[in-house]
């Protein structure tokens, strides 16, 4: 629950100045939205009507009971909402995760009002710390289907026809432990640190890295 928080956090963090750019915060509907603890932050910047679709049933039972009632249980469905009723739709950490992430770009397009804005975050291939640690990288992982880069990703919303978009790269803020377990470093050397950062003075300490995550968005157009 810690690292989920500290994730939507840096979330929040990061898309701020995006939604600062919105005509409308009616509606908002989160792909992949875990235990909903994004959609409060979006509930405290003036969202009115909230929707989280999540297909893990653990994070559904795991939400605070304010929060489950926004969630979702399933895998996300365009024939399951209606056209333009979202000001805003997010999709943190999840499109590496879809089949054909293409398809879900356009779903979003035509679920968004006219200035509505698809954000989006994924792991950056090219940045330079996954270059550095190569196939070290956590980024390589079985249950990624596909990886992008800023220019893939760029090019994925510019066919599903979004406009105005962006890519920027941010820091995430987690516990020393958390780091310290995606470190690619041999067993005995991380029980070295683990000693060193279970000390009273250590345990809540929490560190900012930019690790390679990127935040894109695009805008529909008028015409979309």
């Not at 990061?14 to 939604?19: H, I, K, R, T, Y």
């Not at 054909?100 to 679920?111: C, E, K, T």
């Not at 291939?125 to 070290?136: A, T």
């Not at 249950?143 to 919303?157: A, P």
Request: with cysteine; aromatic share 8%; glycine share 8%.
């Amino acid at each position: 629950m810690e690292e989920a928080n500290d994730a939507a956090s840096a979330y929040a963090r990061a898309v701020a100045p995006v939604l600062g750019l919105l005509t409308g915060r009616e509606a908002a509907l989160e792909i992949g939205a875990g235990t909903g603890i994004f959609l409060a932050h979006l509930a405290a910047v003036g969202f009115v009507k909230l929707v989280g679709v999540e297909p893990s049933t653990e994070a559904i039972l795991a939400a605070l009971p304010e929060h489950r009632r926004w969630l979702r249980e399933g895998v996300f469905e365009e024939n399951d909402f209606e056209r333009e009723s979202f000001d805003l739709i997010c999709c943190f950490m999840t499109l590496e995760h879809v089949r054909d992430p293409s398809d879900l770009a356009r779903s979003a397009l035509r679920l968004l009002r006219p200035r509505g804005v698809f954000l989006t975050v994924t792991h950056n291939y090219r940045s330079p710390v996954n270059r550095l640690l190569g196939k070290k990288s956590p980024i390589i992982d079985i249950e990624h289907m596909q990886l992008f880069s800023d220019n893939s990703i760029k090019e994925l919303l510019g066919r599903a026809g979004f406009k105005n978009i962006n890519v920027a790269g941010f820091a995430n803020r987690y516990s020393l432990r958390y780091w310290l377990r995606l470190a690619p470093l041999p067993s005995s050397l991380k029980n070295i640190f683990v000693q060193i950062i279970d000390l009273p003075f250590m345990r809540k300490r929490k560190l900012s890295l930019n690790v390679g995550n990127m935040l894109a968005w695009g805008f529909k157009g008028h015409d979309g």
